[in-house]
C-alpha cells in the first residue's frame, strides 16, 4: 500500500526538504503512514523570505476580502473530512469520531474568529475642540506558528485564522509526529491566496529554533509544553520578539458534596479521558470530600472500567493509544513510581489485543487512590491516562490545594448548586474554569478567551481576546 509524500510548502509550491522522515502509526508501529520532507536553516531561511514578500500586499488587501479568503478554509475542511480524518487518525492514534469533531471545530473556530474581526479590527477615533486621536490597529508581519501533535488540525487553524484575517502572513511549524494532516490541509488551502501568505515546514527542533531566531519573524505563536517554550522565550528576548504561549496545565476538579455520581460522573470521565488524557485543559487531578471519598472512587472505577483499549479503526475500541514513545514512557513512568512508593494504583479497561500491544504506545487508564498532595503525580501534567483522586475536609482545604501549583490553565467544579459552584470558581487561579463539564460550549467556544495564567501560557486565543495577539496598535493625534 502507498503512502503519501509530502514536501514543505513555501510560496504556494511544494518544495523537496534536505531528507524525508517516516510518520508512523502509534497504535501499529509497522505502518508507515507517511513520508514528510525535513527543513533546514537555508530552507526555513526560504520559507520567512516568501512570507515576508507576501505580507505588504496581504495586509494591504481589503478586510472583507481576507475573511472571505479564510471562510473558505473553513468550508474546505467540512468538504474534506472523509478525506482528512483517516489521515489524522493514523498519524495520532486518536478515535476516529474524536478527529472528525476536531475538524468540525476546526471549522467554528475558523468562522468565529471572522466575526470578532469584523468588529474588533475597527478603528476607534476620539476628538474634542483641539485635536483628534485614532487608534488603528495593524497586522504585524511574518507570524511562526509552532502546533503540537495532540490536536493538530484545530490547533493550527486556531493560529492560522487569527493570523491571516489580521493581515499578516504565516510560517508553520508541524509537530514531528503528527505532520500529515496539516501539510495536506495547507497544501490545499494555501491555493485560496497569494503566494507566500501561508508555508509550512517540517522537522524537528532545530528547526524551531532557526524559525524562531530568523530576523523576519516579528511574533511567535506557540502551543506546547513549558520547557520548550522556555527556550523560544530565551531565543526570543535576543531580538525583542512578542510571543503567544498556550501552554500545560495540571487542571483541578473539585468535586462538592452534592453531586450526582450517576448523573455527572461520565462527564467528569471524558474530561480526564478523552483523547486518551491527552489535551491540554483535560483533569489532571480530582479533589472529593472526605464524606463521600468511597462512593465517589467506586463509581469512577465502574465508568473508567467501561473502556475497551485498542486500535482507533477497531470500531470496538473507545480508548487509543499516546501519540509517541516519548509520553508513553513518561507515563508509564510516574505510574511505576507511584506504585513503588506504597500508592494505591487502580489500571482499569479491557485490553482488546493484549497480544498486540507490545507493537503500539497502549496504557491502561490508570487511577491513584489518595495520594499525598505533594506527590509527584498530582503536581505534573501527566498529559495521558492518569488522573489522581485526593480527598479533601472543606470548601477552603480544597481550594487551597487546587491553587498550589504554578499550572493555571483549566480548572472545574462538579455540583447541583450552581450559585455555590460559581462562588467557588470564581477562588481559583485558572484562566478558564467549567462548571459540570470540562469542555467549552458553543458558546464558550465563540467567546472564552482560552489561555492560563501562571506559567500556563501568555496571551490567549479565541475570540477577540485571541485576535489582539496579532496586531500592531497605532495611534495619531492630529492637532488643529
Known sequence: MSVPTLDLLIDNRPVPGAGYAEVRDPGRFADVVGRVAQADAALVDRA??????AFPGWAATPLETRIERVAQVADLLESIVDELAPLVVAETGM????????????????????????????????????????????????????????????????????????????VVKTPPTAPLGIAALLERASALFPPGVI???????????????????????????GAAATAIMKAAADMVKNVQFELGGNDPAIVLDDMDLDAQMPALVAGAFHRSGQFCFAIKRVYVPEAIYDAFFARLAEEVGRFRIGHPTDPRTTFG?????????????LVERARAGAEEVVELGEALDPDG????????????????????????EQFGPVLPVIPYRDEDHAVAMANDTEYGLGSSVWTTDTARAVALARRLETGMTFVNKNAQSRLGRRYMPFGGVKQSGIGTENSEFGLADYVEYHAINLHK
Open 199 to 225: 508555508n509550512v515546514v517540517h522537522g524537528g527542533s532545530e528547526v524551531g529554533q532557526a524559525l524562531v531566531a530568523h530576523p523576519l519573524v516579528r511574533r511567535i505563536s506557540f502551543t506546547g509544553g
Open 357 to 380: 500491544w507490545d507493537a503500539g504506545y497502549y496504557l491502561r487508564p490508570a487511577l491513584v487512590k489518595r495520594p499525598a498532595p505533594d506527590h509527584e503525580i498530582v503536581g505534573c
Open 95 to 170: 478515535l476516529p469520531a474524536e478527529i472528525r469533531m476536531e475538524i468540525a471545530g476546526a471549522a467554528f473556530a475558523a468562522r468565529d474568529n471572522l466575526d470578532a474581526a469584523r468588529a474588533f479590527l475597527q478603528p476607534r477615533r476620539e476628538e474634542d475642540a483641539t485635536s483628534w486621536v485614532t487608534v488603528e490597529k495593524k497586522p504585524v508581519g511574518v507570524i511562526a506558528g509552532f502546533v503540537p501533535w495532540n490536536a493538530p488540525i484545530v490547533l493550527m487553524i486556531r493560529k492560522l485564522a487569527p493570523a491571516l484575517v489580521c493581515g499578516n502572513t504565516l
Open 321 to 333: 493509544p499516546v501519540n509517541n514513545a516519548q509520553q508513553h514512557a513518561y507515563v508509564k513512568g
Open 48 to 53: 520567512a523570505q516568501a512570507a515576508h514578500r
